[in-house]
């Protein structure tokens, strides 16, 4: 019996367990160095891919954006009198999808080394760079509170999530503690916790929109003595988030506003007060897809429509991706709803998958921090209790987990050192993820087990 035989009747065996059953799944493994496929099965069925989709949006922007591409944020106001006076101050956003309260102050306390001294007029919030930011395509198929359904924007902040931390009161029948990141004037906050002797937590913690803010509701009740729980609830208004943020540093930086915040297009003449730059694009993509971040994918194909269409909307960034995914890659019709795989209509199959993987190991020139972007089994992000008992260390790979899919994508080393791209793609999955997880993880051993026969 062939390595190759041998290893397809290992996989065709584990393919027999009952997790599997009724659920659809497709493997694709490649060497990477000369492309030839080790092992199929249902390698050119279409399957959705859940976060493995982020795969093809950061292979896109390494190429199309480059590596060392970054993110800019400016403060500018069209006049600055003699004492500091500023008529408005105008954030320009450009769609950084890792802007945070920190670069906020940093842009305050620059931008009043440079002479801000007061606003006289409005903070404005100028989002124009992105015209069609806001909900993704697909994410209304769930519409939940929860911090992976973050909408897009040009002047984004902190993921658009806010971060809850409840706690227990000093004793029985107290309130619990509510605490906000950011804590700017954004969100209101309902508590309605309690907080009682002993007992475990049964704490429900909900957001919704409320004008132009949010409302955090806190029931239930938290035993004393609780170490706390802390839970991240997404925006509803990107730009007015921000704008919030902006005007609470600037109060707490002594430059007082006169105006109000709103949202609006800087003046044709401005003098830039500070400026501040987002990471490269090849840690931004690292972010994405070790730690799975639905939002920076999204911002990313934002910005790719921008760069290559001149358009910074959803449409534009889908046709980027699939002209590189089809005349470069030469992946042939995929469907592609959006860049993160959060629910839509996407269809990949493991061969596509696995495709693109070989491309971005052997393209020139060479793009290393795209693999370098990818969970390393056994250390970090959403591999980090992962391994598959293959070769310690050896596993870089993408997850993916919606209801009823679940998918694991990458690569790996075998026996004999060969270095191997596959792709595991399973849809109508019954039951909890974690099974299939442990299945993916036997196939992995399997691959590390495996050694090539020798050339005769």
Not at 27 to 45: I, N
Not at 150 to 161: D, F, K, Q, R
Not at 163 to 169: E, H, M, P, R, T
Not at 383 to 396: F, K, N, T
Request: hydrophobic share 40%; charged share 20%; with cysteine.
């Amino acid at each position: 019996m062939t390595g190759e035989t041998a290893l397809r009747a290992e996989l065709e065996l584990l393919l027999k367990e009952p997790v599997l059953r009724g659920a659809r799944f497709g493997v694709s493994v490649s060497d990477v160095e000369t492309g030839a496929p080790l092992l199929q099965f249902r390698a050119d069925e279409p399957f959705h891919p859940a976060s493995n989709t982020k795969l093809l949006t950061t292979a896109a922007a390494l190429v199309h954006l480059g590596p060392t591409y970054t993110f800019q944020t400016d403060l500018v106001t069209s006049r600055l009198d003699a004492s500091g006076g500023a008529d408005d101050l105008v954030l320009l956003g450009r769609g950084d999808p890792s802007l945070m309260v920190s670069n906020l102050y940093q842009l305050v306390d620059e931008a009043r080394l440079n002479g801000l001294r007061s606003v006289r007029g409005d903070v404005i919030i100028d989002e124009s760079y992105l015209s069609g930011a806001g909900e993704p395509p697909g994410f209304a198929e769930q519409a939940t509170d929860e911090a992976f359904r973050a909408p897009t924007g040009a002047a984004s902040l902190n993921y658009n999530t806010v971060l809850v931390y409840v706690s227990a009161g000093s004793e029985a029948g107290t309130p619990v503690h509510v605490a906000l990141t950011p804590d700017v004037g954004y969100v209101r906050v309902d508590n309605r916790g309690r907080t009682r002797a002993r007992g475990r937590a049964t704490l429900e913690v909900t957001a919704k929109p409320e004008g132009m803010g949010i409302v955090v509701s806190v029931k239930g009740r938290l035993p004393t003595g609780h170490e706390g729980i802390w839970i991240r609830k997404r925006v509803w208004h990107p730009a007015q988030f921000t704008g919030a943020a902006l005007n609470t540093l600037l109060k707490q930086a002594g430059i007082p506003v006169s105006g109000s915040v709103r949202i609006g297009r800087a003046p044709a003449v401005t003098r830039r007060l500070s400026s501040t730059q987002s990471r490269a694009v090849s840690t931004l993509c690292a972010d994405v897809n070790k730690f799975s971040n639905n939002f920076m994918a999204e911002q990313l194909l934002l910005a790719l429509g921008v760069q290559k269409l001149g358009r910074g909307d959803f449409e534009a960034g889908r046709e980027v991706v699939q002209a590189f995914a089809r005349d470069e890659v030469g992946l042939g019709p995929l469907e592609y709803a959006n860049g993160s795989g959060l629910f839509g209509r996407t269809q990949l199959s493991p061969a596509q998958i696995v495709k693109l993987l070989v491309y971005m190991q052997v393209r020139r020139p060479a793009l290393p921090e795209f693999a370098a972007s990818l969970a390393i089994g056994g250390l970090d992000g959403t591999m980090a209790r992962r391994s598959g008992g293959a070769i310690p260390l050896s596993v870089r790979a993408k997850t993916g987990t919606l209801d009823g899919v679940v998918a694991l994508s990458g690569y790996t080393t075998d026996a004999g050192g060969r270095t191997l791209a596959f792709s595991f793609l399973a849809n109508d999955v019954p039951g909890g993820a974690w099974r299939v997880w442990k299945l993916h993880d036997r196939l992995l051993a399997v691959l590390a087990q495996h050694s090539a026969p020798k050339a005769p």
